[in-house]
Every structure is written in structure tokens, then in C-alpha cells.
């Protein structure tokens, strides 16, 4: 599975991203995919997880109710919409895909990408 995000950058607080995790065209619906972040100094952060099929996101407390994970089949990418971000939202933010074990956020992936850098100010 390979991963590329994209969407990052910078915002004022207060203002929105939009974030995307393009997969691989095969990849398996029942792949459980998630966004990380982390933060310079900081442990990473799960902030929302979904399986590549789509239903019912979960999402870490810190991001609830200001994100918004999807998936956009069109693009095979699973977005991630970022409303009402605060300065404590700067991050690099990683996808990941493919739960060895655990379970939700609490899962090891597999594989990640990249990641990209989101900063408000």
C-alpha cells in the first residue's frame, strides 16, 4: 500500500485545510486507514481512523467536531477536512494504513506516508 498526502500548509487560527491520502487503486476496502499527527517534541497523535470502505469515523478528542475524515472514491483518496484549526493543531500530519494489531486509533499501521506539514498561526 503507498500512501502520498498532500494538502498541508498555513492558516491563521480560525481558518481550515483540507488534507489528502492518495492509495494505491487496489487497495482492499476492508484496509482500516487513519491521520496521525505529530508535534516537534511531541508524541504522534491518532486524530481519526475509518476503514478504506468507508462507515463510521473515530476520532481522537482533541479533533472532534472540527474534523472530518472521507473518503473521495472518485480520486481514491481519504480526505481530511480541518475546520476551526488552532494554533495547537501544528503538526506534521501522516496517513497510515493497515492495522497489524490493536485496535482504532490504538492500531499499529502498517504502512505511512510522508507526511506534510500543517501550521496555524
Known amino acids: 500500500v503507498q500512501l502520498v498526502e498532500s494538502g498541508g500548509g498555513s492558516v491563521q487560527a480560525g481558518g481550515s485545510l483540507r488534507l489528502s491520502c492518495a492509495f494505491d487503486?487496489?487497495?482492499?476496502?476492508?484496509?482500516?486507514m487513519a491521520w496521525f499527527r505529530q508535534a516537534p517534541g511531541k508524541d504522534y497523535e491518532g486524530i481519526a481512523t475509518?476503514?478504506?470502505?468507508?462507515?463510521?469515523?473515530t476520532y481522537g478528542d482533541s479533533v472532534k467536531g472540527r474534523f472530518t475524515v472521507s473518503r473521495d472514491t472518485a480520486k481514491n483518496t481519504v480526505d481530511l477536512q480541518m475546520d476551526s484549526l488552532k494554533p495547537e493543531d501544528t503538526a506534521m500530519y501522516f496517513c497510515?494504513?493497515?492495522?497489524?494489531?490493536?485496535?482504532?486509533?490504538?492500531?499499529?499501521?502498517?504502512?505511512w506516508g510522508q507526511g506534510t506539514q500543517v501550521t496555524v498561526s
Open positions: 497510515a494504513a493497515h492495522c497489524l494489531r490493536g485496535q482504532g486509533l490504538g492500531c499499529q499501521f502498517a504502512h
Open positions: 475509518m476503514y478504506f470502505r468507508g462507515g463510521q469515523p
Open positions: 487503486a487496489y487497495t482492499p476496502a476492508n484496509v482500516r
